[in-house]
C-alpha cells in the first residue's frame, strides 16, 4: 500500500506540474514577447527566444506616458486598497449575521443575498442609481461602489465557513462569559477566519484592480482613470491609428512598436498581480474548500 501512496503522489505531482507549466507558459511568452524588437516580432512571429531584445515597447509607454500611467497606478492602489477593506468589513460582517441560527428575518436576508447573483437591474437603471441618485460620476467612487463593495457570492462563502469551520461551542462559551455578538465577531470570528478572509480579499482585489468597466461607465475625467482604463485607452488609440488612412496616422503608427506595446499593457496590468498572488496561496484553497456554498 506504501508503494502504491507514493506511486500515486508521484503521478499527481507529475500532473499538477504539467499544468502549472502549461497555465504559466502564456504569461511567459506575454513578458517575452513584450521585451521583443518591433521588427523581429513581426518578420518571425512570437518566440520564447527572440533573436533581439529590445525595451522599445516600455519605453513607449513610460515616456510618452509616464505620468498618466503613474497616476493610474496611484488610483489603482487606492481604489484597489480601500474597495478590497470595505469589502471585507462589509461582507464579514452581513455574513457573520446570516450565519446566526437566530437572527431575524435571516431566511429572508439569505434568499435576496443570492437572488441578486441571478438578476441586477441592467445598464440603464444602474447608470441612473448611481450618477444621478448618488451622484458619484466623475468622482473617485465611482471606481468603489457600483457592483464591486460587496458581491453576494461573497457573502454566501463566508456564511457558509463561519457555519462550517467555526464550532458553536466557542461563540456559546463567549456568550456566557459576556461577550456580545460584536466582540464575538471580532475577537473570535475574524482570528479563525483567516482562509476565507484571504480569499475572499483575493478575489475582491482582483475585482478592483481588473475594473475597466466602471470606469468607462462613469468616468470622463481622464485625471481619474484606473491603470486598466488608461490602458485601454493607449490600445484603442493604436488601433484608430492602425485603421486609419490618413498619411500623418500612419506615419505616427510607423514610430510606434504596435505589437510588442499590446504586450507590454498587458504584462503591466497583470504583472502586480501575479507578484502578490504567492502570498495568499496558502489560504486560497482551504478558504474555497471550506467557504464553498453548499445545498
Known amino acids: 500500500m506504501k508503494h502504491k501512496d507514493v506511486g500515486m503522489k508521484v503521478v499527481a505531482h507529475a500532473i499538477m506540474s504539467i499544468m502549472t507549466i502549461i497555465a504559466l507558459v502564456p504569461f511567459v511568452l506575454m513578458i517575452v514577447s513584450s521585451l521583443t524588437d518591433e521588427k523581429t ?11 533581439k531584445l529590445s525595451l522599445d515597447a516600455y519605453k513607449f509607454l513610460f515616456q510618452a506616458q509616464k505620468l498618466t500611467i503613474l497616476r ?7 481604489v484597489t486598497a480601500v474597495g478590497t477593506i470595505a469589502s471585507l468589513i462589509i461582507t464579514t460582517m452581513l455574513a457573520y449575521a446570516l450565519s ?22 441592467g445598464l440603464v437603471p ?5 450618477a444621478t441618485g448618488l451622484g458619484i460620476r466623475n468622482t473617485i467612487y465611482a471606481l ?16 457558509s465557513y463561519f457555519i462550517s469551520a467555526i464550532p458553536e461551542a466557542v461563540i456559546e462559551s463567549a456568550v456566557i462569559d459576556g461577550a456580545d455578538e460584536f466582540r464575538v465577531y471580532r475577537q473570535i470570528v475574524l482570528p479563525l477566519s483567516l482562509p476565507i478572509l484571504a480569499t475572499v480579499g483575493l478575489f475582491s482585489g482582483l475585482n478592483y484592480w481588473n475594473d475597466w468597466y466602471n470606469g468607462l461607465i462613469f468616468i470622463t475625467d481622464s485625471k ?12 484603442l488609440s493604436i488601433q484608430y491609428l492602425k485603421n486609419s488612412t490618413d498619411v500623418e496616422a500612419s506615419q505616427l503608427l510607423s514610430d510606434i512598436p504596435t505589437a510588442s506595446v499590446r504586450m507590454a499593457l498587458a504584462t503591466v496590468g497583470v504583472l502586480p498581480i501575479m507578484v502578490v498572488y504567492p502570498f495568499f496561496q496558502k489560504y486560497f484553497v482551504k478558504g474555497i474548500a471550506l467557504g464553498a456554498v453548499k445545498g
Open 72 to 78: 493610474g497606478y496611484g488610483i489603482t492602489l487606492l
Open 144 to 159: 468603489l461602489i457600483p457592483g464591486l463593495l460587496m458581491k453576494g457570492m461573497f457573502v454566501l462563502m463566508t456564511r
Open 41 to 51: 516580432l513581426t518578420y518571425y512571429g512570437y518566440a520564447f527566444f527572440p533573436k
Open 224 to 235: 481619474l482613470f484606473n491603470i486598466q482604463n488608461i490602458l485601454n485607452r493607449i490600445l
Open 100 to 121: 446566526r441560527p437566530k437572527f431575524p428575518f435571516g431566511k429572508f436576508l439569505n434568499f435576496l443575498v443570492f437572488f441578486s447573483m441571478l438578476f441586477n437591474g
Open 126 to 130: 444602474t447608470y441612473i442609481v448611481y
